[in-house]
């Protein structure tokens, strides 16, 4: 799953706006495209975190954060705890 693709590149894929298809999305899954795009990158960065050795940094990279600190605030948001402890 590419975990950076842009909003607008889907909605041209699927030959709408991309106003059309955030309310779509929304109206069908409950939740914000984006707010869905987010959760997926944690979730993989999670996995990532619990069944590798490479770095907090590397993860955030390979799952679209361009900046780690925004990563691991997301993650302490989302899971409760420090990007860091998901290995302990």
Do not use: W
Not at 48 to 55: K, N, P, V, Y
């Amino acid at each position: 799953m590419p975990y950076s693709l842009p909003i607008n590149t889907l909605a041209r894929e699927y030959c709408m706006s991309v106003s059309k298809l955030t309310r779509c999305f929304r109206q069908v899954y409950g939740v914000s495209l984006h707010a869905y795009v987010i959760g997926a990158r944690l979730r993989k960065g999670a996995e990532l975190l619990m069944h590798s050795d490479i770095s907090v940094q590397e993860v955030a990279e390979s799952i679209g954060y361009a900046k780690p600190s925004q990563f691991s605030a997301d993650f302490r948001k989302r899971f409760g705890i420090l990007s860091g402890e998901c290995r302990l």
